[in-house]
């Protein structure tokens, strides 16, 4: 839950500031505290079930870890300095006092494997929200210990944490800049990636008769190169949907409200607004890209040598 004042940055935020977050990227962030933006994607089964057996996992890191467990029933948010954050749960431990927990749930055993190293470490985003509950700690001093109480496939993980001095400071010197650019309405560029891509259709609908030349950009070689990427992964759909998507979303940070661009080697990129009626479907408005890539006008390396690095 972030802070509805949008004074302080909640832990689920912040890794944003570093790149970490699979949600939101900082420019999502500086449109959301600057403009308003809505970034929350909407809620899913897998986030439902979490939540609703979040009770459960909290009673059994009691019994594991013979520690006091205080659930957050309120959703009580609690605010230190520019940094905040909505626990799941206060623990309490006679020989280390008062604690922080984190509970996760993971389904999918690919996912744990990838993302949480197979148990060896919490994803970076989960480690950066966990430090910064500690840093909140009760509003007024910070806590020296917290566990992130992880429920994968039926058993209960633990991964006990301990303050990462040098992360808290990167913290609290991120949050200071943060709120520097916010102060100053200063929103940056998108990033490009994928997870910008609800926001980015929102607010860049291409304008019939909008044109860029990009064959002086200082990336003008590589957005040539990656439109040719975008052609091939477009036509390898089935192997290649995650890259295609990546590329397309950097072009459409790339173009903003352009309806077309050339790049070097005659290559042009256009976008158009595509407005679904609603029928059998709900009504949907977005911009599709496509790419026109001359069959003789340069020579390149194949696609196989570009996406070996070669």
Not at 1 to 8: E, G, L, N, R, Y
Request: aromatic residues 8%; charged residues 25%; glycine residues 8%.
């Amino acid at each position: 839950m972030p802070d509805p004042t949008k004074q302080t940055l909640s832990a689920t935020q912040t890794p944003a500031l570093f790149g970490a977050s699979p949600y939101i990227t900082r420019w999502m962030l500086l449109r959301h505290f600057i403009h308003g933006d809505p970034i929350d994607g909407p809620e899913h089964n897998r986030m439902d079930w979490g939540k609703r057996m979040q009770p459960l996992l909290l009673a059994q890191a009691a019994e594991d870890l013979h520690v006091e467990v205080h659930p957050n029933a309120e959703d009580t948010y609690v605010r230190r300095g520019l940094l905040g954050c909505t626990r799941d749960a206060e623990v309490y431990c006679p020989d280390r006092g008062h604690g922080v927990l984190e509970a996760k749930v993971v389904f999918d055993y690919a996912v744990w494997m990838r993302d949480w190293a197979g148990g060896k470490a919490p994803p970076k985003h989960v480690e950066i929200q966990t430090q910064q509950q500690m840093m909140v700690g009760d509003g007024a001093r910070p806590f020296t210990w917290g566990v992130i109480a992880v429920w994968v496939g039926g058993e209960m993980k633990y991964f006990e944490r301990k303050p990462i001095d040098e992360l808290w400071v990167e913290i609290n010197a991120a949050a200071v800049i943060f709120f520097n650019d916010v102060s100053a309405r200063r929103e940056g560029d998108p990033f490009g990636e994928p997870v910008e891509m609800p926001l980015l259709s929102r607010l860049f609908a291409p304008k019939p008769g909008v044109f860029l030349d990009l064959t002086s950009h200082p990336k003008a070689a590589e957005l040539a190169s990656k439109a040719q990427l975008l052609n091939y992964h477009r036509e390898q759909r089935a192997a290649h949907d995650r890259s295609e998507k990546s590329l397309k979303a950097l072009f459409k940070a790339t173009l903003g409200d352009a309806e077309e661009a050339v790049l070097l080697h005659g290559i042009r990129v256009k976008q158009k607004q595509i407005n679904k009626v609603a029928y059998s479907v709900k009504a949907s408005s977005y911009s599709q890209l496509d790419v026109d890539i001359p069959e003789t006008s340069w020579a390149s390396p194949p696609v196989s040598n570009i996406l070996a690095g070669g």
